[in-house]
């Protein structure tokens, strides 16, 4: 007999037979837990599994194949740091002062961006996909279907960011060009943003396998995200601000470079805050996604129904 109860120190939602174990340790926070030996009065004891064999490995992959697309997108937006960083700290440097190592390392840069950035989508495509059927039993099927279509327009973004990354500045492609690359941005933002469908699937998922403690979690991690982009916006818009206060109509003593001593430390710490607050997000989700896939993987599946003998 399986035994449901939540982590008291973060929620998460932990599956646990009392007759095999006393001690066990969550999966979200890592903390040893003692396992109660009568379940919270809002959870269950329970031997009532919920999802078929087949169904559970098909979330199961689907769930590894979104953590694998959240390395790919670490590595893509180390990348992007790094390529940023450099131009900034380089600058604009004459034709025969210019390194001839980072022609070279901005195209290695901008090519496994490219790749990771485009792979880790194929991975959250797939990911959305393989999870579909066990949405289509909580009849969230069309929402896994609309994530997945959302990672696949969010390959359009990534195309659409290629010129910026090899250093193209927006204004210096043709107007044609420049529109296709508005469109192809935008485009990628509604991805993104159509990939948010996947959160009442993993909110039911959680829900289903380890209580309403655990799935409370995603509508932490989606206030996490709104208020994480709410401050890039402000670093950015800071960014800005400062830098018109600092060198608005003046001249800024530029060095030898091409570019003021105060537009590329405003610049970096733009960048840190940026990278810190992404890589935290990032963390939150890698997080979410650990503590479903441990749901999942404890569960007890269903048998699969008798097939009726003939006759």
Excluded at 30 to 41: T, Y
Excluded at 114 to 126: E, I, L, Q, Y
Aim: glycine share 10%; charged share 10%.
């Amino acid at each position: 007999m399986s035994l449901l109860f939540c982590c008291p120190s973060c929620g998460a939602g932990l599956r646990v037979n009392p007759a095999a174990a006393t001690l066990v340790s969550c999966p979200g926070c890592g903390e040893l837990v003692r396992v109660p030996r009568l379940p919270h009065p809002r959870e269950a004891a329970t031997d009532a599994p919920t999802l078929p064999q087949p169904v559970r490995d098909r979330v199961t992959r689907g769930l590894a194949s979104l953590s694998v697309s959240v390395w790919a997108f670490v590595s893509a937006a180390a990348c992007l740091a790094v390529s940023f960083t450099l131009r900034v700290v380089v600058g604009r440097l004459p034709a025969d002062e210019y390194p001839q190592w980072l022609p070279p390392l901005q195209v290695a840069l901008a090519s496994w961006w490219f790749v990771s950035a485009c792979g880790g989508c194929v991975f959250r495509v797939r990911g959305y996909l393989l999870c579909r059927r066990a949405a289509d039993g909580y009849s969230l099927g069309p929402w896994a279907t609309a994530a997945a279509i959302g990672a696949g327009l969010s390959v359009v973004g990534v195309v659409a960011m290629v010129p910026a990354v090899v250093g193209r500045p927006v204004l210096a492609v043709p107007p044609p060009a420049a529109g296709l690359l508005l469109v192809g941005m935008t485009t990628g933002l509604v991805g993104v943003l159509l990939e948010f469908a996947f959160m009442p699937v993993l909110n039911r998922l959680l829900w289903e396998a380890s209580g309403w403690q655990a799935a409370s979690q995603t509508g932490r991690y989606v206030v996490a995200f709104v208020f994480g982009m709410v401050a890039v916006m402000g670093a950015l818009c800071l960014g800005v601000a400062a830098l018109v206060l600092t060198a608005g109509g003046r001249d800024m003593n530029p060095d030898t470079t091409g570019v003021s001593v105060q537009a590329k430390a405003i610049a970096v710490v733009v960048i840190l805050v940026v990278s810190g607050i992404g890589g935290w997000l990032t963390w939150r989700f890698a997080r979410l996604l650990r503590l479903a896939r441990h749901a999942v993987n404890t569960l007890e599946p269903t048998p699969d129904p008798p097939v009726p003998s003939g006759g």
